[in-house]
T-cell receptor, first 113, second 115 residues
Framework: DGGITQSPKYLFRKEGQNVTLSCEQN?????MYWYRQDPGQGLRLIYY???????QKGDIAEGYSVSREKKESFPLTVTSAQKNPTAFYLC????????????FGPGTRLLVL | GENVEQHPSTLSVQEGDSAVIKCTYS??????FPWYKQELGKGPQLIID?????GEKKDQRIAVTLNKTAKHFSLHITETQPEDSAVYFC??????????????FGTGTQLKVEL
């Protein structure tokens, strides 16, 4: 898992509630990413950020929001607009130039009550 | 956009045998192809990667081959061991129009190494 931490490990969401997943990295990476993983579907990109105070939508951004106020941190909020939030959420980071290898955190499993 | 297909979805081998997982991609501009191993309940771990200017890369029991013309790349694991049992994902790096890069993942292969 390198220098990427995600918390909590498990998160429960009630109907109509917004919840925030934490992602922190100490690898001095410029770029950070959020993926959603559902069984049998691989990983799908939700949002990514190349630099502080800037981020772009990925393939499945609807119902999610992010912020990038610090280089080390890229929290993901799952809003009440996301009607099917149950999934395994993975955060990753990479440098911008050269290798661009993405390194993943341990993940957060979100369940709906 | 990029599309990555991965086969097989499940693979069962006897300990000591070889395992091969194959992927195809659609975007000829993709130039970086990592492979990840994911154990149950954990994040994916990079195990090997290859760039488009290289045809093959080895790291002990693991090797990856790339055929750019056919847009195929494959993972080869030799002398499999029970600890190789996991889900393996291939991916291809493509680029957003506005800058930045994106990994498109295959749907994964559940590898089971039986004693």
């Amino acid at each position: 898992d390198g220098g990427i931490t995600q918390s909590p490990k498990y998160l429960f969401r009630k109907e109509g509630q917004n919840v925030t997943l934490s992602c922190e990295q100490n690898l001095n990476h410029d770029a950070m990413y959020w993926y959603r993983q559902d069984p049998g579907q691989g990983l799908r990109l939700i949002y990514y950020s190349q630099i502080v105070n800037d981020f772009q939508k990925g393939d499945i951004a609807e119902g999610y929001s992010v912020s990038r106020e610090k280089k080390e941190s890229f929290p993901l909020t799952v809003t009440s607009a996301q009607k099917n939030p149950t999934a395994f959420y993975l955060c990753a980071s990479s440098i911008l130039a050269g290798e661009k290898t993405q390194y993943f955190g341990p993940g957060t499993r979100l369940l709906v009550l | 956009g990029e599309n990555v297909e991965q086969h097989p979805s499940t693979l069962s081998v006897q300990e000591g045998d070889s395992a091969v997982i194959k992927c195809t991609y659609s975007d000829s501009a993709s130039n970086y192809f990592p492979w990840y191993k994911q154990e149950l309940g954990k994040g994916p771990q990079l195990i090997i990667d290859i760039r488009s200017n290289v045809g093959e890369k080895k790291d002990q029991r693991i090797a990856v081959t790339l055929n750019k013309t056919a847009k195929h790349f494959s993972l080869h694991i030799t002398e499999t061991q029970p600890e190789d049992s996991a889900v393996y994902f291939c991916a291809a790096l493509s680029f957003f129009t506005g800058g930045g890069n994106k990994l498109t993942f295959g749907t994964g292969t559940q590898l089971k190494v039986e004693l």
